[in-house]
Structure formats: structure tokens, C-alpha cells
């Protein structure tokens, strides 16, 4: 993903690479990039049995990847915008459909790149098949014709399309897929802004939305999903907002960029062209090398250069500038195959609103018994539940203390113990994220703490 931290920088989520799964179901940028600005409520846990696997993606997904046969011709989507980095690619986007649940749940990826750079991951939109045989279109991505035709080969009306982030590398979806399907419903996220302008939502060409609300029974979907919403205080120029879904028969959690799984291998929407560029030896490779001599060699098509590209791609994602990108290896082992916050969420946003986002946690944890999480990039869907999910974010009784912690200590024993190994992040590759937060903190871009609620006494 692109995150788009309160005020405009590279998002850390992008996913792919499903798990399998075969469950039965019946007929289921505020910023000015990607956004990562929440709410919550403490209560009692109870934790899924322990495991001493933090999370789990496999290799294939339940059924296989398909694409159309349309071609490039239906991949065409001209997108040049998102100041001050417009998000490529420009002018051609592949879709791949995969179904995580059969018969039940679909996924539908793109390419997404950082502007002009050789940075690109994957951006999802999440479908759900619902009771009435309607479609809950979660997190619009470009509708080109390859898209809509692998959506209308599902077989059923979109009912609700739902923008579930203020983030601009989602919200400039909706407008024009909303426009294949007049008669769906638009949910869209509360408190939606933009930066450098706040516009409104007419502005992306979304009409008629109406607003998610926190724990709404009255939507179309409130028998079969439920939704929780984070809603932080101002963490600089605007607020964090994501809605969390949970789709009760598949057991599904449903998140925008709270948490990532990077996979080893990159998703099939990226291209070879785009892995291959990012392994070549260019100027970032040059300025993050530790002063070791960078050679100039051609770049060879073969899976090694496909994989030191998609490991440099992912570092720089996560940290934007990593300690070494001319050997990413030992960095990027250390990132993925786990479920973890991403660095610069973790940094620029969820640290400073750690209260809103530790109620927000533990009220998910408390009220659904996932066993699936599906985020918005990287890989999906990812074999975890609620011990997995609590151990990403460790990090927040360390910044909060032991007044705020409600779970039993067993319980916290061993969350602390896997989230010491969840949301580890490499010293050196998190020096430049730091040195930024400190500039963003010094210039006001960004807050150094926000109150969210009292401590207890």
C-alpha cells in the first residue's frame, strides 16, 4: 500500500498471496496518499487457544488466480494523480481474482506503484457474497474492463460498494466504480479530509455516500457483517480513520492498513517489469549502500533479480529509506512471513493515538472470533485470530503501560512473547522513519502524542 501518514507519505500495507481456505459460506486518503490516521473500548478477552505460529500465508489460494482473456486492451485505466506522489501505474492495470472463500468471499488485485519510481505493491479490493445473492464491495480498485468483467463473472448485482479509509489511494476508486453500478448503495468511511485541500467527496465523484457508524445495525449487511470504527484525535494535519469488518459465517477480519503480512514472493499483479526495474543499481540503491561499491551490471531476467527487486520494493515500502538496499536479504527475513503493523503506520500514526488504538484492538479482539484476516495489501487471506492479532500490537502496552492492560496475565505473557517477534523492526532500517518522525514532530506536521483517554488511577 501507499500510506498515507496524516500528512503524505508512502503507505506500508500492500498484500497478496492467499492462504488456503475452504470454508462453507452461504450465497456472502484523507491524506494525499495513502492515509494512516482511529477509536476503541477495553474489555475482558477471550483469547483463541495459544499457538506458536504468529500467522500463516500460503502459496495458493483456495481455488486458482484468474485473469480475463481481454488483454492489455482491457487493462487500459489512465489514473495521473495523488499530489504530491501521483500513484501509478498511469495507463495499464492488471486485475487478478482469486477466491478465498468459496463461493463466498473473492479477491481483486492491481499493481499499484509510488509515482514515478520502481515502488510497487499490491492494492485489494475485498468482495463478499451476501445472503440476498448481492455483492459487498469492500475498497474499490481501478475499473477497468478487465476488472468489471472478472466482478460480473461472479454472477450477481453489486448491492454496497464501501470506502472503509479517508486514504486517497482507495477513495479515488469509488467515484468512477460507482458509476458501473448506479443502483449500489455508497458507504463511506466517517470524517473523511484531504490534504493539501479538504475537499469534499463530490470532488473524487462520489455521490449520494452514506456514513459508516461504529457497531451500525441498520445497515444492508448488519446480520451477516459487523463493523468497528477507529477514529483518532488529529495526529498532525487530520485524523486516522479505518473501519474493521468482520464477516461472521467465513470468521473473516476485514482491515484497510491496521496490519500486513508480507509474503516472500511478490504478488502475481505485479509485473516482471516492475521487480526487474526495482533491481536494478540506481541512485537509492547508491545512497542506502553503507558506502560499499555499487556495481553497474545489466540487470538478468531470472527469479533471483525478480526477488532482490520485490525485497527492495517491500523495505522501501515499509521503512522508506531502509540501511541497505544492495542487500535487502537479511532485512527483508526479518519482515516477512509474520503479521505485523507496518513501521511507518506503527511510527507516524498508531504511537501517537496509542489509547484509541488499544480500545479499537481489544473491542475487536473481545466481540469476533476471527480466524482470517484479510487487509488491503500484501498478502490475503492470512491464517490468524485474535492471539496473533493482539501480538502485532505489543508495542502498545509498552507506550501505555500495565494500567491499561485488561488481559488475563497468562494471556499477556504470551502475547508479550510473540509480539516481541511480530513487530520487531532492524534498528538501522528504522533510523530514517525516526529521524522523520522527529522532523514531522519539530515542524508540527505531526504530534508527538494525542490523549485519547484517561489513564486509570
Not at 42 to 63: I, Q
Request: aromatic share 10%; glycine share 6%.
Amino acid at each position: 500500500m501507499v500510506a498515507a501518514i496524516t500528512i503524505s507519505c508512502p503507505k506500508s500495507s500492500f498484500l497478496q498471496n492467499p492462504t488456503s481456505l475452504k470454508d462453507p459460506c452461504s450465497s456472502f486518503f484523507g491524506g494525499s496518499l495513502k492515509g494512516v490516521p482511529f477509536q476503541l473500548k477495553p474489555g475482558n478477552k477471550r483469547l483463541d487457544s495459544f499457538s506458536l505460529v504468529v500467522a500463516a500465508a500460503s502459496n495458493t489460494p483456495t481455488t486458482t488466480s484468474t485473469s480475463s482473456s481481454s488483454g492489455g486492451a482491457g487493462r487500459f485505466y489512465l489514473n495521473f494523480t495523488g499530489f504530491p506522489f501521483p500513484l501509478g501505474p498511469f495507463l495499464n492495470r492488471r486485475t487478478i481474482r482469486t477466491e478465498a472463500v468459496k463461493g463466498c468471499i473473492w479477491l481483486f488485485e492491481q499493481e499499484q506503484a509510488l509515482g514515478f519510481s520502481s515502488v510497487s505493491t499490491n492494492i485489494r479490493m475485498t468482495v463478499i457474497k451476501l445472503k440476498s445473492g448481492g455483492l459487498w464491495v469492500h475498497a474499490p480498485i481501478a475499473p477497468t474492463e478487465e476488472c468489471i468483467q472478472l466482478l460480473k463473472e461472479l454472477g450477481a448485482p453489486v448491492e454496497c460498494i464501501v470506502l472503509p479509509t479517508f486514504a486517497y489511494e482507495h477513495k479515488i476508486f469509488v467515484g468512477p466504480f460507482s458509476r458501473k453500478f448506479p443502483r449500489a448503495q455508497i458507504w463511506v468511511a466517517p470524517r473523511q479530509w484531504s490534504w493539501p485541500l479538504n475537499l469534499p467527496l463530490e470532488f473524487f465523484g462520489i455521490f449520494r455516500a452514506k456514513t459508516l457508524k461504529d457497531e451500525d445495525m441498520s445497515t444492508p449487511w448488519a446480520d451477516e457483517i459487523e463493523q468497528k470504527v477507529l477514529s483518532s484525535p488529529e495526529v498532525g494535519i487530520g485524523p486516522y480513520v479505518e473501519v474493521a469488518f468482520y464477516h461472521k459465517r467465513s470468521r473473516s477480519l476485514l482491515v484497510t492498513d491496521a496490519v500486513i503480512f508480507v509474503a516472500r514472493k511478490p504478488p502475481e499483479c505485479i509485473g516482471k517489469e516492475s521487480l526487474l526495474a526495482s533491481a536494478k543499481n540506481g541512485l537509492a540503491v547508491k545512497i542506502l549502500s553503507k558506502g560499499k561499491e555499487v556495481p553497474q551490471e545489466p540487470v538478468v531476467d531470472n527469479q533471483m533479480s525478480r526477488q532482490k527487486g520485490w525485497e527492495r520494493m517491500v523495505l522501501q515500502i515499509l521503512f522508506l529509506g531502509p540501511s541497505n538496499l544492495l542487500e535487502p536479504n537479511a532485512s527483508f527475513a526479518q519482515m516477512s512471513q509474520k503479521l505485523i503493523v507496518s513501521p511507518i503506520v506503527k511510527t507516524l500514526v498508531f504511537s501517537k493515538v496509542p489509547e484509541k488504538v488499544r480500545d479499537w484492538i481489544d473491542s475487536i479482539v473481545r466481540d469476533w472470533k476471527f480466524k482470517r484476516i484479510i487487509p488491503a495489501h500484501f498478502a490475503a487471506p492470512i491464517n490468524a485470530g485474535r492471539s496473533e492479532f493482539l501480538a502485532a500490537f505489543a508495542f502498545l502496552d509498552e507506550l501505555l503501560g500495565e494500567r491499561y492492560v485488561t488481559r488475563p496475565s497468562l494471556s499477556l505473557l504470551f502475547v508479550s512473547i510473540m509480539g516481541k517477534a511480530a513487530s520487531y523492526f532492524p534498528p538501522d532500517d528504522m533510523k530514517t522513519l525516526s529521524s522523520l518522525d522527529q522532523f514531522l514532530v519539530s515542524v508540527g506536521a505531526v504530534k508527538k502524542t494525542v490523549s485519547g483517554r484517561k489513564k486509570a488511577s
